[in-house]
């Protein structure tokens, strides 16, 4: 899929949250969200978002039952991380951030930006104004010490050809927006047999994210797609939102966020699935600070309890 047009054009602000339906465990990860701030902006790029900021996102957690949130760079901010930085620091007792970042960015600013709570970096092709896959391995040897993970946002026809670069980095990967596989083909498609073997290795993950993008609403054409990969690769899964759901300019395409945390009840049925996705798996990929209330070891003990 591509996210937005070539021509950029203005696009549409989320609806309103509503509680949903669905309840999530206590201490849920929201894996995917972004913050956006006015222009300027990068060019070429894809779409021109209305501004996103970090009280409403903050506001939705709290209306749909989410504890935690990962800010991922927007694409438009390319790689000026100012705005997500300054979410992180407002709220480090909740966020977590994946940067975008050229390989040859000075140790002192990594340092900065693992100090305010990011975890992870991101490569981009599905839409215009990120940082190419092309440039994993000189980020994987820059950000190992720092125990950081990359996320690739990368077309699934793409996913066969990036596994041997994905199997030889040195860091944990995430593949965002269900690795964009063609929901179409659903599981039996070379895509998701690609997805398959990439999460077979340790690791590896992949973001149940971005249903609207992928299939039409009310989006049951995931539902072979996570209910395979949430009995099979478990361990492996994230939930993300993709707030405030940047490049819709057809106000029936814009999702309500509400509507895709109910979703989830169409996958699976099962607590310990809910907790491993919403609680466990994003608490060890991205971590939270003990002062913050965070205990590895009472994530592990209500993990045991829904096993």
């Known amino acids: ?105 000075r140790e002192s600013k990594l340092a900065e930006m693992h100090e305010a709570g990011v975890r992870g970096v991101r490569l981009l092709t599905l839409t215009r104004g990120g940082v190419a896959p092309e440039a994993a391995m000189a980020l994987a040897e820059r950000i190992a010490p720092y125990g950081w ?23 944990p990967v995430v593949l965002a927006h269900f690795g964009d596989c063609d929901m179409a083909m659903g599981i039996h498609g070379p895509q998701f047999a690609a997805l398959r073997a990439i999460l077979d290795q340790r690791d590896r993950y992949v973001k149940l994210s971005g249903a609207y993008r992928l299939c039409a609403e009310p989006w049951r054409d995931t539902i072979p797609v996570a209910s395979t990969l949430i009995e099979d690769h478990r361990q492996s899964l994230l939930w993300g939102s993709d707030w405030p759901h940047v490049a819709i300019s057809d106000p029936s395409l814009m999702p309500r966020t509400e ?7 169409q996958w699976t049925s099962s607590d310990a699935a809910l907790h491993a996705i919403f609680v466990e798996n994003p608490a060890r990929l991205y971590g939270l600070p003990r002062e ?3 205990d590895p070891n009472e994530i592990k003990g209500e993990a045991d309890a829904h096993a």
């Open 1 to 105: 899929m591509q996210i937005g047009t070539d021509i950029p054009i203005p696009c549409l602000s989320p609806w309103p949250v509503r509680t949903p339906a669905l309840r999530l465990p206590a201490k849920a990860w929201d894996c995917h969200a972004h913050v956006v701030g006015a222009a300027p902006w990068v060019s070429p790029r894809n779409y021109d978002p209305p501004i996103a900021d970090i009280g409403a996102y903050i506001g939705m957690l709290d209306e749909v039952g989410l504890k935690y949130g990962v800010l991922v760079q927007v694409s438009v901010h390319g790689t000026n991380n100012d705005l997500l930085l300054e979410g992180l620091r407002l709220h480090p007792d909740r966020l977590r951030g994946v940067a975008a970042i050229a390989p040859d960015i």
């Open 149 to 171: 993970h990359i996320e690739f946002g990368v077309p699934g026809h793409m996913l066969a050809e990036l596994k041997p670069i994905i199997d030889a980095l040195p860091v």
């Open 259 to 265: 509507a895709l945390i109910e979703l989830i009840g």
């Open 292 to 294: 913050a209330g965070f």
